[in-house]
């Protein structure tokens, strides 16, 4: 299994409060995405990252940022959490060139009340 | 814009019936990669298979196979003789490698029972 780790795996937080997801990795790879999954919808690209500083956004990227200072760790972070937010997230991480397969983590459960 | 379709919602099965979800995508890329995952009850997302643009063979892994159509845009994925252990959420996905990685357009995802 590739080295994924997720914290936490599960969180509540109350509407208006930021909330910092993140995701470390221990396989080295340069490319790194943060989906989130909701019903009806499957799976969605929020932001990913082509190295270290290196970012940009997916397609549902408003009310979240990130950062990666380091290449083995990618920080999610929703600066002000609303409901719409209530989700699952998952990090993914993949290699160097194009269709390589991304490698998933095991979630993050959040829920904004 | 990518788009992938999975018009199966949910398919009910009895264990040893075979079983064929369908995927069906949209790309103006000549280039691209497509994958199936699968979302056991405990939530990872498990990779499958990937396959390429150029490389129509179909694939036979075990009790899975994928026949991969760019006629008809379809990359669609068969169980033989499922089995309990297969029930799960079923994803399909498109890449966008533009710039390098592996950006992925999932589909909504069909929803497997398999039943005794």
């Known amino acids: 299994d590739a080295g994924i780790t997720q914290s936490p795996r599960h969180k509540v937080t109350e509407t208006g409060t930021p909330v910092t997801l993140r995701c470390h990795q221990t396989e080295n790879h340069r490319y790194m995405y943060w989906y989130r999954q909701d019903p009806g919808h499957g799976l969605r690209l929020i932001h990913y990252?082509?190295?270290?500083?290196?970012?940009d956004k997916g397609e549902v990227s408003d009310g979240y940022s990130v950062s990666r200072s380091k290449t083995e760790d990618f920080l999610l972070t929703l600066e002000s959490a609303t409901s719409s937010q209530t989700s699952v997230y998952f990090c993914?991480?993949?290699?160097?060139?194009?269709?390589?397969?991304?490698?998933f983590g095991q979630g993050t459960r959040l829920t904004v009340v | 814009a990518q788009k992938v379709t999975q018009a199966q919602t949910e398919i009910s099965v009895v264990e040893k019936e075979d079983v064929t979800l369908d995927c069906v995508y949209e790309t103006r890329d000549t280039t691209y990669y497509l994958f199936w995952y699968k979302q056991p009850p405990s939530g990872e997302l498990v990779f499958l298979i990937r396959r390429n643009s150029f490389d129509e063979q179909n694939e036979i892994s075990g009790r899975y196979s994928w026949n991969f159509q760019k006629s008809t845009s379809s990359f669609n994925f068969t169980i033989t003789a499922s089995q309990v252990v297969d029930s799960a959420v079923y994803f399909c996905?498109?890449?966008?490698?533009?710039?390098?990685?592996?950006?992925?357009?999932f589909g909504t995802g069909t929803q497997l029972k398999v039943e005794l």
């Open positions: 993914a991480i993949s290699e160097s060139g194009g269709g390589l397969a991304a490698f």
């Open positions: 996905a498109l890449s966008d490698i533009t710039g390098g990685g592996n950006k992925l357009t």
């Open positions: 990252s082509y190295g270290v500083k290196d970012t």
